[in-house]
């Protein structure tokens, strides 16, 4: 005799009104949880229409001949090709412009990383006064730009404090107004404004490293610098890749500093911003075909300037 044994997972029937077809296709299009696509829509259509339509629109715009109309008005806007970026980088001032502001990341971006974990790594080994310390460097980038911008005038103008303190070493012109070192000390306070930003970043990472690992450091005669070098480092490899990302991306964007401490990108040009380049020849100039050129070419440089980032500084692992 023969016996056939059935397996009851295999025979167990199908639940009344349940269709595996259809539920395998529903898993596949919308996910294993299809309700945190409700929860994520509203603020996938703020990246949409804030975000991704005015890129893709400013892609087009770059590619045609493109001025302001008044609304509703049907004009002709044909299609140049690279005119426009042709146009746009022909002007010396755009390309200064560019090299303005990789100085300026030459200088904000290492300062910003090193001295961000520098402080978060003392930050989170105080007990007394810990929130008023960490309060203390936060608000700089809480306060209004147009205030702090006035604070730094004073202090680094002709007959400013820095200057008094540094008499003869004092740079004749003064720093805002001296070609060489307008950009240099526009990033060195963006650096010490947003400084506050990164710091928390750093706080938050140095959380996740495993108190152990500085035990095992020490009980194998690490001293202090050692450790933060063999422990600390590494165990925040994470934040110090998103800090250079998002201080490259805030830094490419800079805009609001030489426009208020140089007056517009002076001396002679020597503090002008892309994106500012961009306001004055899209905006003041009514010419936003070569200003979206130019705005395109920078989000290129910048995803490039990212994803060497990413790949070097151990994003991938």
């Known amino acids: 005799m023969t016996t056939t044994l059935t397996s009851p997972v295999a025979s167990r029937p199908p639940e009344p009104g349940a269709s595996p077809t259809r539920k395998r296709k529903r898993g596949g299009i919308l996910g294993k949880h299809p309700l945190g696509l409700l929860f994520s829509a509203p603020y996938l259509a703020f990246v949409i229409l804030v975000f991704a339509y005015p890129l893709i629109y400013s892609v087009w715009i770059s590619f045609h001949d493109f001025f302001f109309a008044a609304p509703g008005a049907q004009v002709d806007r044909p299609f140049v090709g690279l005119q426009n970026y042709i146009t746009a980088f022909s002007d010396p001032a755009v390309i200064r412009s560019f090299g303005n502001v990789g100085i300026f990341l030459l200088i904000n971006v290492p300062l910003t990383v090193v001295l961000s974990l520098l402080l978060a790594s003392a ?36 007959n400013g404090i820095v200057n008094q303190v540094l008499g003869p070493l004092a740079p004749s012109p003064s720093w805002l107004v001296n070609t060489h070192w307008a950009m240099p000390t526009i990033a060195l306070f963006v650096t010490w404004k947003q400084l506050g930003f990164y710091i928390l970043l750093y706080l938050a990472a140095l959380q996740a490293v495993p108190k152990e690992l500085y035990e095992s450091a020490s009980t194998d005669g690490a001293g202090a610098v050692r450790s933060f070098f063999s422990v600390t480092v590494p165990g925040v490899r994470p934040a110090t890749v998103l800090v250079l990302l998002v201080s490259t991306v805030t830094g490419a964007n800079l805009f609001t500093e030489p426009y208020l401490l140089t007056g517009g990108g002076g001396p002679n040009g020597a503090s002008a911003s892309p994106v500012l380049i961009m306001y004055q020849d899209g905006l003041q100039q009514g010419h936003p075909d070569t200003a979206a050129a130019i705005g395109v070419v920078l989000v290129l440089v910048v995803l490039v300037i990212a994803w060497l980032q990413n790949r070097f500084a151990g994003g991938n692992d």
Not at 124 to 138: G, P
């Open 123 to 158: 930050l989170n080994k105080v007990t007394r006064f810990k929130a008023f310390l960490r309060v203390s460097f936060y608000v700089p980038y809480l306060a209004a730009s147009v205030a702090v911008v006035a604070v730094w005038l004073f202090l680094f103008n002709g």
